[in-house]
């Protein structure tokens, strides 16, 4: 395989009839936007001719997920270019997860791919996506096929990530996989069943089952702004999704608690024989308050786990909606002065 090619057929060459206005959309994009005003052009000249040229009724639904920047206004200019882009404003920022459930939940294709707005998520490899689904699969997955655009620490770290998640969830999902991927309008419709506040997508994503397909390609650089994933965010929401999809932090405090009582039995048997046949003074202040301090902070650890876990039931038990939409522009069935979520 050619560097930067997906491992799958070449698409069609040439260009093709585009559909009459009025069909409603086979195909849509959901592409959230957090301060991304500096790429917002470049993002639309490489995606919109691809889809062109395929031929088919789409639309492009872009949630701005409360930017600071010019974003908005950008992507307000790019839909008087072209009527098809769609605009989802939030009141504040929601985080991307709720962005794209927005995005899902105005989705009308028969097909939905969601994906990155800064082109680490390529275009051009949409016909291939949609190829795949065409040949009856109803999620297609895109997998990277190397991380080398990414630092050696979010290299390592991601690949420790996927491998717990997946040795701990009873959920396991595709290694190397990130949010872009197309998925049939029935899963679509399954995903909006799942009314969770605290959203890990790609766990839902592997949890609503489907058959499913993949093809791998190599992630390009970033070409505008930067990410505003640092380390400390990453760590939160990976922390997340193992929380949202696995028991076992729970469940592993039995067995460490377990494990700590049998090892003071033996040791507290074996001061006792040792007292009984040599006799020894009272151990030293030293020692005492390592093991204390020791056993305190496994206490505390125990009690942490068991507080992100309660912290959840509490966000769930409140039934916010997920998000509020301040404005929607481009959907013929809203009203485009206002909206709620």
């Keep these: 395989m050619k560097k930067g090619k997906p491992s799958v057929a070449t698409a069609d060459s040439g260009p093709k009839p585009p559909p009459p206005p009025s069909v409603e959309p086979e195909l849509s994009l959901v592409v959230p936007f957090y301060n991304e005003g500096e790429g917002v052009e470049a993002f639309f000249e490489e995606t919109l ?22 974003t908005l206004a950008r992507l307000l200019e790019q839909r008087k270019k072209e009527p098809r882009i769609r605009v989802l404003h939030f009141t504040r920022n929601f985080g991307k997860e709720i962005a794209l459930t927005a995005g899902l939940d105005h989705a009308r294709g028969r097909a939905v791919i969601p994906m990155d707005s800064d082109l680490q998520d390529p275009p051009a490899l949409i016909p291939h996506l949609i190829a795949k689904w065409r040949d009856g699969h109803k999620i297609v997955n895109a997998r990277r096929a190397d991380r080398m655009s990414d630092s050696w620490m ?55 089952g489907h058959a499913s397909a993949e093809i791998t390609y190599e992630r390009p650089s970033r070409t505008q702004g930067r990410t505003s994933w640092n380390y400390w965010k990453l760590w939160n929401f990976a922390l997340g999704g193992i929380i949202s999809f696995s028991r076992f932090p729970l469940r592993i405090w039995n067995y ?86």
């Design 154 to 208: 979010k290299r390592a770290t991601a690949a420790a990530f996927y491998h717990i998640f997946n040795k701990i969830s009873d959920t396991p999902i595709p290694e190397q996989t990130g949010d872009f991927r197309l998925l049939d309008a029935s899963v679509v419709a399954d995903l909006r069943r799942l009314p969770e506040r605290d959203r890990f997508m790609k766990g839902l994503f592997a949890w609503i």
């Design 49 to 70: 001719p691809v889809l062109r040229k395929e031929g088919i009724a789409f639309e492009i639904i872009c949630v701005n997920d409360g930017s600071r920047d010019l």
């Design 256 to 341: 460490i608690g377990l494990s700590i009582a049998v090892m003071s039995f033996f040791y507290a048997s074996f001061l006792v024989v040792r007292t009984l046949l040599f006799g020894r003074d009272v151990p030293g202040y030293a020692s005492i308050m390592v093991v204390m301090l020791f056993l305190g902070g496994i206490q505390l650890i125990g009690i942490g786990i068991l507080g992100e876990y309660l912290g959840r039931v509490f966000i769930e038990s409140k039934q916010r909606p997920l998000y509020l939409v301040q404005r929607r522009y481009g959907f013929p069935e809203e009203e485009e002065d206002g909206g709620d979520a």
